[in-house]
Protein backbone atom coordinates (compact mmCIF):
# COMPACT_ATOMS: atom_id res chain seq x y z
CA UNK A 1 0.00 0.00 0.00
CA UNK A 2 1.20 3.47 -0.82
CA UNK A 3 0.70 5.81 1.76
CA UNK A 4 -0.55 9.59 0.85
CA UNK A 5 -0.67 12.66 2.42
CA UNK A 6 -3.83 13.58 4.61
CA UNK A 7 -6.07 16.19 3.02
CA UNK A 8 -5.15 20.14 3.75
CA UNK A 9 -5.11 20.94 7.12
CA UNK A 10 -3.57 22.76 9.66
CA UNK A 11 -2.42 21.49 13.37
CA UNK A 12 -2.12 23.51 16.67
CA UNK A 13 0.20 22.49 19.31
CA UNK A 14 -1.01 23.62 22.90
CA UNK A 15 2.19 23.21 25.23
CA UNK A 16 4.66 23.65 22.64
CA UNK A 17 7.38 24.60 24.90
CA UNK A 18 7.20 21.31 26.74
CA UNK A 19 8.65 17.86 26.75
CA UNK A 20 6.55 15.88 24.68
CA UNK A 21 6.24 18.46 22.00
CA UNK A 22 10.33 18.73 22.11
CA UNK A 23 10.64 15.32 22.23
CA UNK A 24 7.93 13.12 19.65
CA UNK A 25 5.86 15.89 18.12
CA UNK A 26 8.02 18.27 16.13
CA UNK A 27 10.51 15.50 15.38
CA UNK A 28 7.67 13.42 13.96
CA UNK A 29 6.07 15.90 12.26
CA UNK A 30 9.59 16.97 10.63
CA UNK A 31 9.66 13.20 9.79
CA UNK A 32 6.49 13.38 8.09
CA UNK A 33 6.95 16.09 5.99
CA UNK A 34 10.86 14.20 5.08
CA UNK A 35 8.37 10.88 3.82
CA UNK A 36 5.67 14.07 2.20
CA UNK A 37 3.46 12.49 4.52
CA UNK A 38 2.41 15.89 5.47
CA UNK A 39 -1.00 17.48 3.87
CA UNK A 40 0.39 19.67 1.03
CA UNK A 41 -0.68 22.69 2.29
CA UNK A 42 -1.09 23.40 6.17
CA UNK A 43 0.53 25.07 8.63
CA UNK A 44 2.00 24.05 12.13
CA UNK A 45 1.00 26.37 14.78
CA UNK A 46 2.73 25.98 18.28
CA UNK A 47 0.95 27.65 21.39
CA UNK A 48 2.22 28.00 24.92
CA UNK A 49 2.38 30.24 28.01
CA UNK A 50 6.13 30.90 27.86
CA UNK A 51 6.70 33.55 24.87
CA UNK A 52 8.76 31.88 22.51
CA UNK A 53 8.09 34.02 19.63
CA UNK A 54 8.27 33.43 16.09
CA UNK A 55 12.09 33.24 16.33
CA UNK A 56 12.44 31.29 19.89
CA UNK A 57 9.56 28.90 18.32
CA UNK A 58 11.78 27.95 14.72
CA UNK A 59 15.37 27.16 17.38
CA UNK A 60 13.24 25.13 19.48
CA UNK A 61 11.76 23.01 16.49
CA UNK A 62 15.23 22.96 15.04
CA UNK A 63 17.11 21.63 18.24
CA UNK A 64 14.51 19.68 19.17
CA UNK A 65 14.57 17.80 15.71
CA UNK A 66 18.65 17.84 16.15
CA UNK A 67 18.27 15.95 19.25
CA UNK A 68 15.13 13.74 18.76
CA UNK A 69 14.45 12.89 15.08
CA UNK A 70 15.14 9.59 13.79
CA UNK A 71 16.61 10.86 10.82
CA UNK A 72 19.59 13.72 10.64
CA UNK A 73 17.93 16.86 9.48
CA UNK A 74 18.52 17.18 5.69
CA UNK A 75 18.22 21.50 5.20
CA UNK A 76 16.04 21.23 2.41
CA UNK A 77 13.20 19.23 4.42
CA UNK A 78 13.63 21.33 7.08
CA UNK A 79 12.87 24.42 5.01
CA UNK A 80 9.67 22.80 3.96
CA UNK A 81 8.87 22.15 7.50
CA UNK A 82 10.11 25.78 8.66
CA UNK A 83 7.85 27.37 6.01
CA UNK A 84 4.71 25.73 8.20
CA UNK A 85 5.89 26.80 11.79
CA UNK A 86 3.65 29.67 13.12
CA UNK A 87 3.67 30.89 16.98
CA UNK A 88 1.36 32.41 18.86
CA UNK A 89 1.30 32.62 22.81
CA UNK A 90 -1.28 30.95 24.43
CA UNK A 91 -3.65 33.42 25.80
CA UNK A 92 -6.77 35.39 24.80
CA UNK A 93 -4.97 36.82 21.76
CA UNK A 94 -3.21 33.95 21.05
CA UNK A 95 -6.24 32.29 20.81
CA UNK A 96 -8.13 35.05 18.56
CA UNK A 97 -5.20 34.50 15.67
CA UNK A 98 -5.13 31.08 15.74
CA UNK A 99 -8.69 31.17 15.14
CA UNK A 100 -8.11 33.97 12.26
CA UNK A 101 -5.09 32.08 11.21
CA UNK A 102 -7.17 28.67 10.40
CA UNK A 103 -10.51 29.61 10.24
CA UNK A 104 -11.11 27.79 7.28
CA UNK A 105 -11.53 24.43 6.99
CA UNK A 106 -10.05 21.72 9.06
CA UNK A 107 -7.69 21.31 11.87
CA UNK A 108 -5.99 18.57 14.85
CA UNK A 109 -5.45 20.61 17.54
CA UNK A 110 -3.27 18.54 19.93
CA UNK A 111 -2.97 19.11 23.91
CA UNK A 112 0.55 18.60 24.73
CA UNK A 113 -0.23 19.56 28.35
CA UNK A 114 -0.41 18.81 31.96
CA UNK A 115 -4.24 17.10 32.65
CA UNK A 116 -4.76 19.58 34.82
CA UNK A 117 -4.74 22.43 32.22
CA UNK A 118 -7.36 20.21 29.58
CA UNK A 119 -10.83 21.78 31.08
CA UNK A 120 -9.59 25.39 31.33
CA UNK A 121 -8.53 25.03 27.08
CA UNK A 122 -11.52 22.75 26.42
CA UNK A 123 -13.79 25.98 27.68
CA UNK A 124 -11.15 28.57 26.03
CA UNK A 125 -11.78 26.65 22.47
CA UNK A 126 -15.50 26.56 22.74
CA UNK A 127 -15.65 30.33 23.15
CA UNK A 128 -12.97 31.14 20.73
CA UNK A 129 -14.85 29.09 18.40
CA UNK A 130 -12.26 26.38 17.45
CA UNK A 131 -14.46 23.54 18.01
CA UNK A 132 -16.17 22.52 14.75
CA UNK A 133 -13.66 21.03 12.12
CA UNK A 134 -11.26 20.25 14.74
CA UNK A 135 -10.00 16.80 15.43
CA UNK A 136 -8.97 16.86 19.72
CA UNK A 137 -5.62 14.77 20.56
CA UNK A 138 -5.55 13.93 24.12
CA UNK A 139 -2.57 12.44 26.42
CA UNK A 140 -3.14 10.43 29.02
CA UNK A 141 -4.08 10.56 31.83
CA UNK A 142 -7.29 10.77 31.10
CA UNK A 143 -8.40 10.96 34.69
CA UNK A 144 -6.72 10.17 38.12
CA UNK A 145 -9.34 7.82 38.80
CA UNK A 146 -12.92 6.43 37.74
CA UNK A 147 -14.69 9.81 39.04
CA UNK A 148 -12.37 12.01 38.07
CA UNK A 149 -12.21 10.59 34.56
CA UNK A 150 -16.29 10.25 34.69
CA UNK A 151 -16.04 13.99 34.69
CA UNK A 152 -13.42 14.23 32.49
CA UNK A 153 -15.72 12.68 29.77
CA UNK A 154 -18.84 15.25 30.47
CA UNK A 155 -16.38 18.53 30.50
CA UNK A 156 -14.82 17.23 27.04
CA UNK A 157 -18.60 15.65 25.81
CA UNK A 158 -20.63 19.19 26.42
CA UNK A 159 -17.73 20.69 23.63
CA UNK A 160 -17.37 18.10 21.56
CA UNK A 161 -18.52 14.79 19.82
CA UNK A 162 -17.11 11.54 20.40
CA UNK A 163 -16.07 11.40 16.83
CA UNK A 164 -13.75 14.66 17.23
CA UNK A 165 -11.53 12.97 20.39
CA UNK A 166 -8.26 11.27 19.49
CA UNK A 167 -7.57 9.80 23.17
CA UNK A 168 -3.76 8.86 22.37
CA UNK A 169 -1.65 5.89 23.86
CA UNK A 170 1.57 5.89 21.86
CA UNK A 171 2.21 2.22 22.26
CA UNK A 172 -0.88 1.65 19.71
CA UNK A 173 1.33 3.65 17.57
CA UNK A 174 3.82 0.61 17.72
CA UNK A 175 4.26 -1.87 14.81
CA UNK A 176 5.03 -4.63 17.01
CA UNK A 177 1.62 -3.59 19.06
CA UNK A 178 -0.10 -3.32 15.96
CA UNK A 179 1.79 -6.58 14.84
CA UNK A 180 -1.07 -8.81 17.39
CA UNK A 181 -3.71 -8.41 15.16
CA UNK A 182 -1.96 -9.09 12.12
CA UNK A 183 -0.44 -12.26 13.54
CA UNK A 184 -3.87 -13.31 15.50
CA UNK A 185 -6.16 -12.63 12.20
CA UNK A 186 -3.91 -12.91 9.66
CA UNK A 187 -2.63 -16.24 10.23
CA UNK A 188 -4.80 -19.14 10.65
CA UNK A 189 -2.65 -21.58 12.50
CA UNK A 190 -2.58 -19.40 15.83
CA UNK A 191 -5.85 -18.20 16.16
CA UNK A 192 -7.06 -22.28 16.84
CA UNK A 193 -5.14 -22.17 19.79
CA UNK A 194 -4.90 -18.84 20.88
CA UNK A 195 -7.62 -19.69 23.94
CA UNK A 196 -7.77 -21.75 27.48
CA UNK A 197 -7.65 -25.15 25.49
CA UNK A 198 -3.99 -24.30 24.70
CA UNK A 199 -2.66 -21.35 26.89
CA UNK A 200 -1.24 -22.59 30.20
CA UNK A 201 -0.36 -18.23 31.32
CA UNK A 202 0.39 -15.27 29.91
CA UNK A 203 3.17 -12.51 30.67
CA UNK A 204 3.18 -8.98 30.50
CA UNK A 205 6.04 -6.91 31.70
CA UNK A 206 6.65 -3.49 30.58
CA UNK A 207 10.30 -2.30 31.82
CA UNK A 208 12.15 0.87 32.35
CA UNK A 209 15.66 1.07 33.47
CA UNK A 210 14.88 4.52 33.70
CA UNK A 211 14.42 6.44 37.02
CA UNK A 212 11.64 9.24 37.08
CA UNK A 213 14.01 11.74 35.27
CA UNK A 214 13.42 14.54 37.57
CA UNK A 215 9.04 14.42 37.28
CA UNK A 216 8.95 13.65 41.01
CA UNK A 217 6.26 16.19 41.02
CA UNK A 218 4.18 14.55 38.44
CA UNK A 219 4.51 10.67 39.75
CA UNK A 220 3.88 11.67 43.20
CA UNK A 221 0.87 10.22 43.85
CA UNK A 222 0.10 8.75 40.46
CA UNK A 223 2.45 5.64 40.68
CA UNK A 224 2.36 2.84 37.91
CA UNK A 225 -0.94 0.84 38.34
CA UNK A 226 -1.96 4.53 36.71
CA UNK A 227 1.07 6.13 34.91
CA UNK A 228 1.50 2.27 32.91
CA UNK A 229 -1.13 -0.27 33.95
CA UNK A 230 -4.04 1.20 33.02
CA UNK A 231 -3.53 2.37 29.50
CA UNK A 232 -0.62 1.16 28.42
CA UNK A 233 -0.33 -2.24 29.56
CA UNK A 234 -4.34 -3.19 28.95
CA UNK A 235 -4.33 -2.35 25.90
CA UNK A 236 -1.71 -4.69 24.42
CA UNK A 237 -3.58 -7.20 26.77
CA UNK A 238 -6.77 -5.74 24.94
CA UNK A 239 -5.08 -6.70 21.65
CA UNK A 240 -3.99 -9.46 22.77
CA UNK A 241 -7.40 -11.00 24.14
CA UNK A 242 -10.41 -9.55 22.06
CA UNK A 243 -12.67 -10.98 19.80
CA UNK A 244 -11.57 -11.36 15.85
CA UNK A 245 -13.83 -8.08 14.96
CA UNK A 246 -16.30 -8.88 11.68
CA UNK A 247 -14.32 -6.08 9.94
CA UNK A 248 -10.99 -4.48 10.40
CA UNK A 249 -12.49 -1.22 10.78
CA UNK A 250 -12.34 1.16 13.51
CA UNK A 251 -15.29 0.73 15.61
CA UNK A 252 -15.32 -3.39 14.77
CA UNK A 253 -12.08 -3.17 16.47
CA UNK A 254 -12.63 -0.34 19.15
CA UNK A 255 -16.37 -2.28 20.05
CA UNK A 256 -14.48 -5.69 20.31
CA UNK A 257 -12.03 -4.21 23.17
CA UNK A 258 -14.68 -2.47 25.25
CA UNK A 259 -16.75 -6.09 24.90
CA UNK A 260 -13.40 -7.68 26.50
CA UNK A 261 -12.49 -4.98 29.37
CA UNK A 262 -16.39 -5.63 30.25
CA UNK A 263 -15.18 -9.18 31.08
CA UNK A 264 -12.01 -8.28 32.91
CA UNK A 265 -12.20 -8.63 36.44
CA UNK A 266 -11.51 -5.66 38.90
CA UNK A 267 -7.87 -6.18 40.58
CA UNK A 268 -7.93 -7.37 43.69
CA UNK A 269 -5.51 -5.55 45.56
CA UNK A 270 -4.44 -9.11 47.60
CA UNK A 271 -3.12 -10.05 44.20
CA UNK A 272 -1.00 -7.33 43.63
CA UNK A 273 2.35 -6.87 44.44
CA UNK A 274 3.61 -3.06 44.51
CA UNK A 275 7.15 -2.20 44.67
CA UNK A 276 9.22 1.11 45.15
CA UNK A 277 12.83 1.21 43.77
CA UNK A 278 15.94 1.64 46.47
CA UNK A 279 19.23 2.74 45.31
CA UNK A 280 21.53 0.46 43.51
CA UNK A 281 23.29 0.47 40.34
CA UNK A 282 22.01 0.28 36.87
CA UNK A 283 24.37 -0.15 33.98
CA UNK A 284 27.61 -0.38 36.91
CA UNK A 285 26.58 3.06 37.99
CA UNK A 286 24.80 3.72 41.36
CA UNK A 287 21.67 5.48 41.23
CA UNK A 288 19.51 7.51 43.85
CA UNK A 289 16.27 5.57 45.27
CA UNK A 290 12.86 7.18 44.62
CA UNK A 291 12.24 8.82 48.11
CA UNK A 292 16.04 10.52 47.49
CA UNK A 293 14.37 11.72 43.94
CA UNK A 294 13.64 15.50 43.68
CA UNK A 295 9.98 16.33 44.06
CA UNK A 296 9.94 13.02 46.36
CA UNK A 297 8.23 12.80 49.50
CA UNK A 298 10.44 11.64 52.35
CA UNK A 299 7.69 9.11 53.49
CA UNK A 300 5.93 8.36 49.55
CA UNK A 301 3.94 5.54 49.23
CA UNK A 302 3.85 5.59 45.50
CA UNK A 303 4.70 2.32 43.42
CA UNK A 304 7.17 2.43 41.31
CA UNK A 305 6.71 -1.55 40.47
CA UNK A 306 3.51 -3.08 40.38
CA UNK A 307 2.76 -6.90 39.49
CA UNK A 308 -0.68 -8.12 39.30
CA UNK A 309 -2.75 -10.93 38.24
CA UNK A 310 -5.38 -10.84 36.12
CA UNK A 311 -8.39 -13.05 35.26
CA UNK A 312 -10.82 -12.79 32.47
CA UNK A 313 -14.27 -14.24 32.74
CA UNK A 314 -15.22 -15.13 29.01
CA UNK A 315 -15.61 -18.62 27.09
CA UNK A 316 -12.33 -17.75 25.52
CA UNK A 317 -9.63 -17.36 28.65
CA UNK A 318 -11.69 -18.46 31.70
CA UNK A 319 -9.31 -19.76 33.91
CA UNK A 320 -6.03 -18.41 32.06
CA UNK A 321 -4.06 -16.54 34.41
CA UNK A 322 -2.35 -13.24 33.29
CA UNK A 323 0.79 -11.70 35.23
CA UNK A 324 1.09 -7.99 34.06
CA UNK A 325 4.12 -6.70 35.42
CA UNK A 326 5.75 -2.73 35.06
CA UNK A 327 8.37 -1.20 37.27
CA UNK A 328 11.11 1.90 36.76
CA UNK A 329 14.49 1.32 37.99
CA UNK A 330 14.43 -2.65 36.36
CA UNK A 331 17.40 -4.49 35.43
CA UNK A 332 17.09 -3.43 31.61
CA UNK A 333 14.51 -1.58 29.47
CA UNK A 334 12.31 -4.35 27.77
CA UNK A 335 8.12 -4.40 26.85
CA UNK A 336 7.85 -8.55 26.14
CA UNK A 337 4.60 -10.53 26.42
CA UNK A 338 5.60 -13.92 27.06
CA UNK A 339 2.97 -17.02 25.98
CA UNK A 340 2.96 -20.06 27.69
CA UNK A 341 1.03 -22.99 25.85
CA UNK A 342 0.29 -26.17 27.68
CA UNK A 343 2.22 -29.18 29.10
CA UNK A 344 2.25 -32.09 26.32
CA UNK A 345 0.08 -34.57 28.11
CA UNK A 346 3.18 -37.12 28.67
CA UNK A 347 5.76 -37.07 28.14
CA UNK A 348 6.67 -39.90 25.73
CA UNK A 349 10.54 -39.69 25.79
CA UNK A 350 11.13 -40.63 29.56
CA UNK A 351 12.51 -43.91 29.02
CA UNK A 352 15.01 -42.71 26.16
CA UNK A 353 15.53 -39.70 27.43
CA UNK A 354 15.31 -39.92 31.32
CA UNK A 355 15.28 -37.02 33.56
CA UNK A 356 14.87 -34.85 30.40
CA UNK A 357 12.39 -32.17 31.25
CA UNK A 358 10.07 -30.55 27.91
CA UNK A 359 9.93 -27.16 28.55
CA UNK A 360 6.44 -25.75 26.93
CA UNK A 361 5.79 -23.73 23.78
CA UNK A 362 6.74 -20.00 24.45
CA UNK A 363 5.85 -17.16 22.35
CA UNK A 364 7.57 -14.11 23.21
CA UNK A 365 6.68 -10.84 21.65
CA UNK A 366 9.38 -8.38 21.81
CA UNK A 367 7.37 -4.86 21.27
CA UNK A 368 10.78 -2.75 22.61
CA UNK A 369 13.89 -2.60 21.79
CA UNK A 370 14.78 -4.91 19.40
CA UNK A 371 11.26 -5.68 17.73
CA UNK A 372 10.17 -8.90 16.95
CA UNK A 373 9.08 -12.12 18.06
CA UNK A 374 10.59 -16.01 19.26
CA UNK A 375 8.91 -19.35 18.96
CA UNK A 376 9.82 -21.88 21.31
CA UNK A 377 9.67 -25.68 20.32
CA UNK A 378 11.10 -29.11 21.19
CA UNK A 379 13.62 -30.67 18.89
CA UNK A 380 15.72 -34.04 18.47
CA UNK A 381 19.65 -32.75 19.02
CA UNK A 382 21.75 -34.15 16.07
CA UNK A 383 23.31 -37.81 16.96
CA UNK A 384 22.48 -41.39 17.27
CA UNK A 385 20.39 -40.85 21.06
CA UNK A 386 16.86 -39.59 21.29
CA UNK A 387 17.90 -36.48 22.88
CA UNK A 388 15.24 -33.35 23.12
CA UNK A 389 16.52 -29.80 23.29
CA UNK A 390 14.50 -26.14 23.18
CA UNK A 391 15.35 -24.27 19.70
CA UNK A 392 13.54 -21.65 18.29
CA UNK A 393 12.11 -19.51 15.46
CA UNK A 394 13.11 -16.25 15.39
CA UNK A 395 11.16 -13.14 13.22
CA UNK A 396 12.91 -9.76 13.34
CA UNK A 397 11.35 -6.86 11.78
CA UNK A 398 15.11 -5.04 10.91
CA UNK A 399 15.92 -8.41 9.68
CA UNK A 400 12.75 -8.64 7.70
CA UNK A 401 12.00 -5.66 6.39
CA UNK A 402 15.12 -3.80 6.22
CA UNK A 403 14.39 -1.22 8.66
CA UNK A 404 13.65 -0.69 12.04
CA UNK A 405 9.67 0.73 12.87
CA UNK A 406 8.71 4.13 12.53
CA UNK A 407 8.32 6.24 15.57
CA UNK A 408 4.70 5.72 17.35
CA UNK A 409 3.82 9.18 17.09
CA UNK A 410 4.02 9.66 13.55
CA UNK A 411 1.78 7.16 12.63
CA UNK A 412 -0.79 8.49 15.11
CA UNK A 413 -0.53 12.19 13.97
CA UNK A 414 -1.21 11.04 10.42
CA UNK A 415 -4.43 8.63 11.40
CA UNK A 416 -5.82 11.53 13.76
CA UNK A 417 -5.25 13.86 10.60
CA UNK A 418 -6.94 10.88 8.52
CA UNK A 419 -9.60 10.62 11.01
CA UNK A 420 -9.03 7.41 11.18
CA UNK A 421 -9.65 6.54 15.05
CA UNK A 422 -9.01 2.68 15.22
CA UNK A 423 -5.62 3.23 17.21
CA UNK A 424 -7.23 5.84 19.90
CA UNK A 425 -9.00 5.17 23.10
CA UNK A 426 -12.84 5.33 23.09
CA UNK A 427 -14.60 7.10 26.03
CA UNK A 428 -15.99 3.56 27.02
CA UNK A 429 -12.42 1.90 27.55
CA UNK A 430 -11.65 3.81 29.19
CA UNK A 431 -13.78 4.19 31.71
CA UNK A 432 -13.79 0.34 31.86
CA UNK A 433 -10.21 0.08 32.71
CA UNK A 434 -10.04 2.28 35.42
CA UNK A 435 -13.11 0.37 36.76
CA UNK A 436 -10.40 -2.62 36.86
CA UNK A 437 -8.08 -1.05 38.11
CA UNK A 438 -10.33 1.15 41.15
CA UNK A 439 -10.42 -1.30 43.70
CA UNK A 440 -6.61 -1.42 44.00
CA UNK A 441 -6.35 1.90 44.16
CA UNK A 442 -8.50 2.23 46.58
CA UNK A 443 -7.14 -0.60 48.85
CA UNK A 444 -3.17 0.17 47.89
CA UNK A 445 -1.39 -3.27 49.14
CA UNK A 446 1.90 -2.95 50.93
CA UNK A 447 4.90 -1.02 49.55
CA UNK A 448 7.90 -3.68 49.08
CA UNK A 449 11.50 -1.90 48.06
CA UNK A 450 13.70 -2.97 45.88
CA UNK A 451 17.34 -2.40 44.75
CA UNK A 452 17.20 -0.15 41.31
CA UNK A 453 18.69 -2.94 38.64
CA UNK A 454 16.56 -6.09 40.10
CA UNK A 455 13.28 -6.89 38.52
CA UNK A 456 11.72 -5.94 41.47
CA UNK A 457 10.82 -6.99 44.95
CA UNK A 458 10.66 -11.08 45.92
CA UNK A 459 6.91 -10.59 46.17
CA UNK A 460 6.40 -10.50 42.88
CA UNK A 461 7.96 -13.74 42.14
CA UNK A 462 5.57 -15.16 44.70
CA UNK A 463 2.72 -13.64 43.27
CA UNK A 464 3.58 -15.69 39.84
CA UNK A 465 4.22 -19.23 41.18
CA UNK A 466 4.05 -22.14 40.47
CA UNK A 467 5.55 -20.39 37.07
CA UNK A 468 8.21 -17.78 37.13
CA UNK A 469 8.63 -14.64 35.46
CA UNK A 470 10.30 -14.84 32.28
CA UNK A 471 11.93 -12.57 29.20
CA UNK A 472 13.44 -13.81 26.42
CA UNK A 473 17.28 -13.00 26.71
CA UNK A 474 19.13 -10.41 24.83
N1 LIG B 1 6.84 13.79 27.81
C1 LIG B 1 6.49 12.60 27.37
O1 LIG B 1 7.31 11.85 26.82
C2 LIG B 1 5.06 12.12 27.50
C3 LIG B 1 4.76 10.80 27.20
C4 LIG B 1 3.43 10.37 27.27
C5 LIG B 1 2.44 11.26 27.65
N2 LIG B 1 2.75 12.55 27.97
C6 LIG B 1 1.66 13.45 28.32
O2 LIG B 1 1.68 14.55 27.43
C7 LIG B 1 1.27 15.75 28.08
C8 LIG B 1 2.38 16.77 27.94
O3 LIG B 1 3.56 16.20 28.49
P1 LIG B 1 4.90 17.02 28.71
O4 LIG B 1 5.89 16.06 29.22
O5 LIG B 1 5.24 17.82 27.52
O6 LIG B 1 4.48 17.96 29.91
P2 LIG B 1 5.12 19.29 30.41
O7 LIG B 1 6.47 19.49 29.79
O8 LIG B 1 4.99 19.31 31.88
O9 LIG B 1 4.05 20.34 29.87
C9 LIG B 1 3.89 20.75 28.52
C10 LIG B 1 3.57 22.21 28.46
O10 LIG B 1 2.30 22.51 29.00
C11 LIG B 1 2.28 23.88 29.37
N3 LIG B 1 1.44 24.09 30.54
C12 LIG B 1 1.69 23.75 31.81
N4 LIG B 1 0.66 24.08 32.60
C13 LIG B 1 -0.25 24.66 31.82
C14 LIG B 1 -1.52 25.24 32.05
N5 LIG B 1 -2.06 25.27 33.28
N6 LIG B 1 -2.20 25.76 31.01
C15 LIG B 1 -1.67 25.73 29.76
N7 LIG B 1 -0.46 25.20 29.49
C16 LIG B 1 0.24 24.68 30.50
C17 LIG B 1 3.73 24.26 29.66
O11 LIG B 1 4.11 25.28 28.81
P3 LIG B 1 3.98 26.82 29.23
O12 LIG B 1 4.25 26.90 30.70
O13 LIG B 1 4.99 27.47 28.37
O14 LIG B 1 2.60 27.14 28.85
C18 LIG B 1 4.54 23.05 29.28
O15 LIG B 1 5.67 23.35 28.50
C19 LIG B 1 0.99 15.35 29.52
O16 LIG B 1 -0.38 15.08 29.64
C20 LIG B 1 1.78 14.07 29.70
O17 LIG B 1 1.20 13.22 30.68
C21 LIG B 1 4.04 13.00 27.89
Request: net charge negative; with cysteine; charged share 25%.
Amino acid sequence: MTLTAPPEQDIIILGVSGDLARRKLLPSLYNLVAQDLLPSAGKIIGMSRTNLGQEGFINLAREAINEFSRNDLDESVWDSFKSRLIFFPLNATGYALAKECCEEGERVVYLSVPPWAVPGIIVDLHNVGLVEGTRLILEKPFGNDLTSAVELERILHKVFDESQIFRIDHYLGKETVQNILAFRFANSMFERVWNRDAIQHVQITMAESMGIEGRGNFYEGVGALRDVVQNHVFQILSLLTMEPPSKMTSEDIRNEKEKLFYTVQALQPASTVRGQYSAGNIDGERVPGYIEEEGVEANSTTETFVATKLMIDNWRWAGVPFYLRTGKRLARRTTEIVITFKEVPLYLFEDICPGGEIEPNRLFIHVQPDEGMVFTFQAKQPGPDMRIQEVSMDFSYRDSFGKDPAEAYEWLLLDAMEGDRTLFLRADSVLQSWRIVQPALDNPSPIHTYPAGTWGPPEADDLIKPYVWLLDEP
